[in-house]
């Protein structure tokens, strides 16, 4: 739990997003920090302009979206540049995006997609992280996606796959605890069994957020309250992440700014129950 | 800076067949595709995608697939409203947007240049009509005031010797209809509701028009005359005043010029005082 010392528990967080702008600004409600999307900033123009307002009142922490770290090109360091360009006015203290591919020459997919859990593929993407990690100068941490799909070449399970690279580059994970889930019901693993082979002194921050249970698999939606399901796997390992900042996702089918508020602030409810244990 | 950390071949050959897969347009999906799919190509998809206790390796690719041409094609949906209710979502989406998509892939992170990129490859499309591409010029206007920055001048004083240019979130637009005032009452409702409604009638006629996102953060639009969208499309390449004194007397007729410069020093004071102008050593 050396990690600890380190990384600030900011508290419960949600994410910024457009649809709550207005009542951030005028009403500037009490909000223990916000997530951005960072690509949704890198291009200028009013978003920006408004995260400057926001960055006077709130603690921000970068997530990205389009690293796509596990792709076959070599990393796009314009957009590198342009992240590390936007850190230095957020003053985030960590840095996160996700385990998965989604770019090709002269392509991107503008989606999270799927690595074979492989051994050179843990290889290949450790060799990556540390260039990122070094060069945008922070904790930079990878979440675990929600994934469809699963390949045949595959020869680790997730958890192994996911913490290898982050053991091996020495970087951090940033623990979707809904993509777990998610990922559990459309693979059949069971995501105690994740959880229990996670290395929590890696984890510097946490997802919760809601999906949707379609004919056939889950869809990680963020457009709904969190699954009780999802509840149960967070109080269930709380006590080894009760000092990590937790931030609530909802990105689709957006309800007011207080009633997620007051989702996220479900993740409360377990620090009563430690408190009281 | 580029990195050379070495591509497994494996994770390469996979990769490589998970985007053509991506990148085939989504209309030939809509009808029983698996059964349409070329032998070898099942047999691919098998041998790579892992089947789930529910779905077969084929239907797990295809979630995929349909994410990525519903996320690109909302993206358009967002960037082009006006146009979206001009024609119904379903129209622009399988006219024009899957069409776009198929033709032009997106290639980076940044949404401004799938906007800009689409408003390009309209303009050599040869079904659009004029007020088609007029509302989708305005609505590039429009997102790119909203993505685009604006600069604080250091100065609100001209120095004429100094270049000059146009804020990036300002469009200066010609245009042969009142599209301005038109997209802003089309968008008071839904594109749902226009496809059960009469849509308003669109008047024809010879328009300058400004678009900017001023300092309060709003994007706006402002009617102007001929010869202030003249002046102003000059210093949106970038001029300076000196110069531009001379192109005035080049380009316009003694009758014209006599009118320009009896309204030019309060042209130029309202731009300065809206932030319009900056320097180029600003941008």
């Not at chain 2, 300092?215 to 949106?236: G, H, W």
Request: glycine residues 4%; hydrophobic residues 40%; charged residues 25%.
């Amino acid at each position: 739990m050396q990690k600890q010392t380190f990384f600030p528990n900011l508290g419960i967080g949600i994410g910024l997003r457009s649809a709550h702008y207005h009542d951030i600004l005028t009403k500037k409600p009490k909000i223990d920090w916000f997530e951005i999307i960072s690509e949704n900033y890198m291009e200028g123009g009013k978003p920006l302009e408004i995260l400057q307002k926001i960055l006077h009142y709130y603690p921000v922490v970068q997530h990205g979206v389009s690293l796509a770290i596990g792709s076959p090109t070599p990393l796009d360091f314009s957009y590198l540049k342009k992240l590390k360009e936007l850190t230095k006015l957020t003053k985030t203290p960590w840095i996160s995006d996700h385990l998965c591919w989604g770019r090709l020459p002269g392509a991107h997919f503008h989606d999270l997609l799927p690595l074979p859990y492989t051994k050179s593929v843990v290889n290949f993407v450790v060799q990556k992280a540390k260039i990122v990690q070094d060069y945008l100068e922070l904790p930079f941490a990878l979440e675990n996606l929600s994934s469809y799909l699963t390949y045949n070449e595959s020869e680790l399970t997730e958890w192994e796959f996911y913490s290898e690279i982050v053991e091996k580059a020495g970087i951090y994970m940033m623990l979707d605890i809904n993509n777990v889930y998610v990922s559990s019901k459309n693979h059949g693993f069971d995501p105690i069994a994740y959880l229990n082979h996670i290395p929590f002194e890696k984890v510097i921050q946490m997802h919760i957020a809601g999906h949707t249970q379609k004919d056939h698999y889950f869809l990680d939606t963020h457009n709904d309250h969190v699954a009780q399901e999802v509840w149960d796997l967070y109080g269930m390992i709380y006590p080894k992440v009760k000092d990590i900042s937790v931030l609530l996702e909802w990105d689709d089918d957006f309800i007011s700014l207080g009633d997620t508020l007051l989702e996220a602030n479900k993740a409360k409810q377990f620090q009563t129950l430690g408190s009281k244990a | 800076m580029i990195d050379e950390v070495v591509v497994p071949k494996e994770l390469q050959t996979i990769q490589e067949f998970f985007g053509s897969f991506l990148h085939l347009p989504i209309n030939k999906f809509n009808h029983n595709l698996e059964s349409l799919l070329p032998k070898h190509l099942k047999k691919q998809i098998a041998t790579i995608i892992k089947p789930s206790t529910a779905l077969n390796s084929f239907s797990l690719l295809q979630i995929y697939h349909q994410q990525y041409w519903w996320r690109i094609i909302d993206f358009l949906d967002n960037m082009y409203p006006l146009l979206v209710r001009l024609l119904g979502k379903e129209n622009f989406e399988s006219k024009l947007a899957i069409p776009f998509f198929s033709h032009l892939k997106p290639k980076d992170w940044r949404l401004l240049s799938i906007c800009d990129n689409f408003v390009k490859w309209l303009k050599n499309f040869p079904f659009i009509s004029c007020e088609q591409l007029e509302s989708a010029i305005l609505d590039n206007a429009y997102y790119k005031a909203y993505l685009s920055d604006f600069i604080v001048p250091k100065n609100n004083t001209i120095d004429i010797h100094a270049p000059f240019i146009l804020q990036d979130c300002i469009s200066v637009l010609s245009f042969q209809t009142k599209i301005c005032e038109y997209r802003e009452e089309m968008l008071k409702q839904s594109s749902e509701y226009w496809n059960n409604h009469c849509l308003p009638t669109l008047e024809k006629k010879r328009m300058f028009y400004i678009v900017y996102r001023n300092s309060y953060e709003n994007t706006k639009y402002e009617v102007i005359d001929f010869f202030q969208f003249e002046i102003l499309s000059k210093l949106k390449k970038g001029t300076s005043i000196e110069y531009l004194s001379k192109w005035l007397k080049e380009a316009f007729s003694d009758e014209e010029q006599i009118y320009i410069s009896t309204k030019l020093v309060e042209w130029f004071q309202k731009w300065t005082k809206k932030q319009w102008l900056i320097t180029l050593q600003e941008k």
